[in-house]
């Protein structure tokens, strides 16, 4: 099945003014841009023509290997050349593609370098699934994990759309660190028992503090400042592991990271 087969796509099928882009930016973080309503501006922005005479642009952000998983559709309004070097487009954003953004992925195949193309010409991809409604993203292995609260909130509230982390989560104790974005301060915990990190993690989807004394304390001051939590882990440990053996490991990464003296641990 082809892009244009999609019933949203298929006024486009026989345009020959529309481009298709996949996205890759080692520098930042582009699902963070989009979430934030900085990824217009930042697509916007080129070192050189992308858009060409393009009408429309279909936008992907890459995936693993050669995929790429979609984020909107642009109308192209205008464009012109910048004083120094590259151009500056004006687009808006069309309506009707909510429902497949950060769900249709698509192979983009081999040429992966050619990162702008005619959807008429090679751009119009092989789709390759459609994930299930607020599927956050793939599980990439318990030390690669950097989960923003939204990300989250988002796997806790629809645990049936993010099995895989609810299930791998829920199957391991370990040590977990939590990171204020605004000041750089870090909260370590420790999760064990039943549920594991997953049981440990929805209670700051529930009460956004978790119960810790200075992450409350935070709150107070600031009531969104959960907003700007992201959550990592540090140290995985088999369920069998005892509630001391975790909190031994917590006390030692505290030590190592300083949490008390310059983050948000008060004991």
Do not use: C
């Amino acid at each position: 099945m082809k892009l244009s087969d999609l019933h949203q796509f298929e006024r486009f099928r026989d345009d020959q003014s529309v481009k298709v882009l996949r996205h890759k930016d080692m520098r930042q973080d582009l699902w963070e841009l989009r979430n934030m309503g900085r990824f217009s501006h930042y697509q916007n922005g080129q070192s050189w023509d992308v858009f060409g005479n393009a009408r429309y642009i279909i936008s992907f952000i890459a995936e693993r290997n050669s995929y790429a998983k979609f984020v909107g559709v642009w109308a192209v309004i205008s464009k012109h050349k910048k004083k120094t070097e590259g151009f500056l487009y004006k687009t808006k954003e069309l309506p009707g593609f909510k429902d497949l953004e950060g769900r249709l992925i698509v192979r983009w195949g081999e040429g992966t370098r050619s990162w702008a193309q005619w959807l008429h010409r090679q751009g119009n991809k092989d789709i390759v699934e459609l994930l299930p409604q607020n599927y956050v993203m793939d599980f990439p292995g318990y030390y690669n994990i950097v989960l923003s609260y939204d990300q989250l909130a988002t796997m806790v509230n629809n645990p049936d759309s993010n099995r895989e982390w609810q299930r791998m989560l829920s199957s391991v104790s370990g040590v977990y660190v939590l990171l204020d974005q605004h000041s750089g301060k870090q909260y370590v915990g420790s999760a064990y028992g039943a549920g594991g990190i997953w049981a440990r993690w929805k209670s700051y989807v529930k009460s956004q503090s978790g119960g810790n004394a200075l992450l409350k304390e935070l709150l107070e001051n600031s009531a969104t400042r959960y907003k700007q939590f992201q959550f990592s882990i540090v140290r995985v440990l088999e369920r069998s592991a005892t509630k001391d053996e975790v909190i031994d490991q917590e006390v030692f990464t505290k030590k190592k990271l300083g949490s008390r003296a310059f983050g948000l641990n008060s004991n």
